[in-house]
């Protein structure tokens, strides 16, 4: 469990660091863009690097702390068994849905790296971009049956409770 909470903490450390990265960069550019005449060079492209990134390393994260953005449009009318097997199914479908987003960033990244596809500015190689991106779907779908297993056998969060306000 500790290496587990290890990995998360590392997780969370890049992305953050990664975000303090886009904001300053974004800051250079557009003063040196406004005031100066002279952009940033490669800025455009790593903001995009950083952000694609960001958003693969947060989903393990999100995934784990159950903070995805959710539309529950049965919550009110389900009991709490209800909710429960609402949620193992949800969860059963997004793994196997990250299985497949897995798999196609897995042989996207094959494609990159028989291609030899760098960026344009930099020149930095995409593959193991695509490899680490396919990665975090894999460490999300694992985190997604870890919830499947513990919904199943009553130790996921109490379902009793209200998620907060219903409209």
Do not use: W
């Not at 494609?111 to 999300?140: H, K």
């Amino acid at each position: 469990m500790r290496l587990i909470s290890s990995i998360g903490k590392a997780l969370g450390a890049i992305a953050n660091t990664l975000l303090c990265v886009m904001v300053l960069v974004t800051c250079f550019d557009v003063i040196g863009r406004y005031f100066f005449a002279a952009p940033l060079l490669g800025a455009h492209e790593m903001i995009t690097l950083a952000m694609g990134i960001m958003i693969y390393l947060g989903m393990p994260l999100v995934t784990a702390s159950r903070e995805h953005l959710v539309v529950d449009l049965a919550g009110s009318v389900l009991s709490p068994a209800g909710k429960r097997i609402q949620q193992t199914m949800v969860n059963a479908i997004a793994a196997l849905t990250f299985i497949l987003f897995s798999y196609l960033l897995l042989f996207h990244g094959i494609g990159l790296a028989e291609d030899l596809m760098v960026t344009e500015d930099f020149e930095i190689e995409q593959a193991p971009i695509a490899y680490l991106m396919a990665a975090m779907c894999i460490f999300t779908i694992l985190v997604f049956v870890k919830q499947v297993f513990d919904d199943l056998t009553n130790k996921g969060p109490d379902y009793s409770k209200s998620n907060g306000p219903e409209i």
